[in-house]
């Protein structure tokens, strides 16, 4: 059975960074659009960034300039590095493999706050 798992997540004062990463544990990277999503406390789970096979990118209006999505297929690893963290950036982060049947990570938590 196919699974993904994240890590990376943590605290950080505003304007840190951190580097997330989604590892799969099949080689399902290389065939498949991914993407990483948040959910806050209280709020909706929303796409935070998303990356094609051929590696064209999507971000998210709050985060452009400030995340950058990546893919290495070879280590079926997908990375998320969050520079210039805000508080608002705070929530459970999770990586997508989309495909016939979409895949979830179990998330990892990033909280930004001083």
């Known amino acids: 059975q196919v699974q993904l798992v ?7 004062q505003p304007g840190g960074s951190l580097r997330l990463s989604c590892v799969g544990s099949k080689s399902i990277f ?9 959910q806050a406390p209280g709020k909706e789970r929303e796409l935070v960034a998303s990356i094609t096979v051929g590696g064209s990118t ?3 209006d709050s985060v452009k300039g400030r995340f ?4 290495d297929n ?6 998320l590095q969050m520079n210039s963290l805000k508080p608002e950036d705070t929530a ?7 495909g016939t049947v979409p ?4 998330g990892t938590q990033v909280t930004v706050s001083s």
């Open 58 to 60: 999507l971000y998210a």
């Open 92 to 98: 459970v982060y999770y990586c997508k493999v989309y």
């Open 30 to 38: 290389s065939i498949n659009n991914m993407a990483w999503y948040r």
């Open 6 to 12: 994240e890590s990376g997540g943590g605290l950080v």
């Open 68 to 71: 950058t999505i990546s893919r």
């Open 74 to 79: 070879a280590k079926d690893t997908m990375y």
């Open 103 to 106: 895949l979830w990570g179990q």
